[in-house]
């Protein structure tokens, strides 16, 4: 008669080792709990440190907002482009504009421009916690299409160490080995069930 094991019937250290096999960067993401709310990958610090007033900061906002609608409705055409033309020039450093941009160039097959918009949200995304985590998986997702492995774990690594899930998950995806030790033990489980 075949046993059942459960996780519960290991030692604390034997389903340590398991969890860091099965999520291989929660326990490396020493800036998570200074970040990331545990129910969520959402950040809880994002600062607002822009020298333009807060009318011109709102008015920018709300232009972004309308070109992402403008985008999220298929109009990658001119018009959604000339509003996030028009935030950024009252908000030149506003990370999120370039961020969201840089989704709707990907969108529109424009990579290199996306790549150019990327670069700069996590340039003057040093405050804005958030939206440099989502830049730098959006690049990390462009490095993996043009095959720059090293490039796309670097940006997935920083993204994962600020409590992305997406990002932990790519890092697992990269690495062949970990992949194949997770596919290995998952099957192995399934058979003691």
Same mark, same amino acid.
């Given at each position: 008669?075949?046993?059942?094991?459960?996780?519960?019937?290991?030692?604390?250290?034997?389903?340590?080792?398991?969890?860091?096999?099965?999520?291989?960067?929660?326990?490396?993401?020493?800036?998570?709990?200074?970040?990331?709310?545990?129910?969520?990958?959402?950040?809880?610090?994002?600062?607002?440190?822009?020298?333009?007033?807060?009318?011109?900061?709102?008015?920018?906002?709300?232009?972004?907002?309308?070109?992402?609608?403008?985008?999220?409705?298929?109009?990658?055409?001119?018009?959604?482009?000339?509003?996030?033309?028009?935030?950024?020039?009252?908000?030149?450093?506003?990370?999120?504009?370039?961020?969201?941009?840089?989704?709707?160039?990907?969108?529109?097959? @424009?990579?290199? *421009? %996306?790549?150019? &918009?990327?670069?700069? !949200?996590?340039?003057? +995304?040093?405050?804005?916690? =958030? $939206?440099?985590?989502?830049?730098?998986?959006?690049?990390?997702?462009?490095?993996?299409?043009?095959? @720059?492995?090293? *490039? %796309?774990?670097? &940006?997935?690594?920083? !993204?994962?160490?600020? +409590?992305?899930?997406?990002? =932990? $998950?790519?890092?697992?995806?990269?690495?062949?080995?970990?992949?194949?030790?997770?596919?290995?033990?998952?099957?192995?489980?399934?058979?003691?069930?």
């Amino acid at each position: 008669m075949p046993q059942h094991l459960t996780k519960s019937c290991l030692s604390a250290h034997d389903q340590q080792v398991l969890e860091s096999i099965f999520n291989p960067l929660e326990l490396t993401s020493a800036l998570a709990p200074q970040l990331i709310n545990a129910d969520s990958t959402e950040v809880l610090i994002d600062v607002d440190d822009y020298a333009e007033p807060k009318e011109i900061v709102e008015k920018s906002k709300l232009l972004e907002i309308e070109a992402v609608k403008l985008v999220e409705e298929n109009h990658l055409d001119e018009a959604a482009f000339e509003k996030f033309r028009e935030a950024l020039a009252l908000t030149p450093k506003r990370a999120s504009i370039y961020n969201n941009r840089a989704q709707a160039l990907r969108l529109a097959g @424009k990579d290199e *421009d %996306a790549f150019d &918009d990327l670069n700069k !949200a996590i340039e003057y +995304g040093a405050t804005q916690h =958030k $939206t440099k985590c989502h830049a730098l998986c959006q690049r990390g997702v462009l490095y993996r299409k043009m095959d @720059k492995v090293d *490039d %796309a774990r670097r &940006d997935f690594e920083e !993204a994962a160490k600020m +409590g992305s899930k997406f990002a =932990k $998950t790519q890092l697992v995806e990269i690495n062949p080995f970990a992949a194949l030790c997770n596919q290995m033990l998952r099957q192995a489980f399934d058979q003691l069930k």
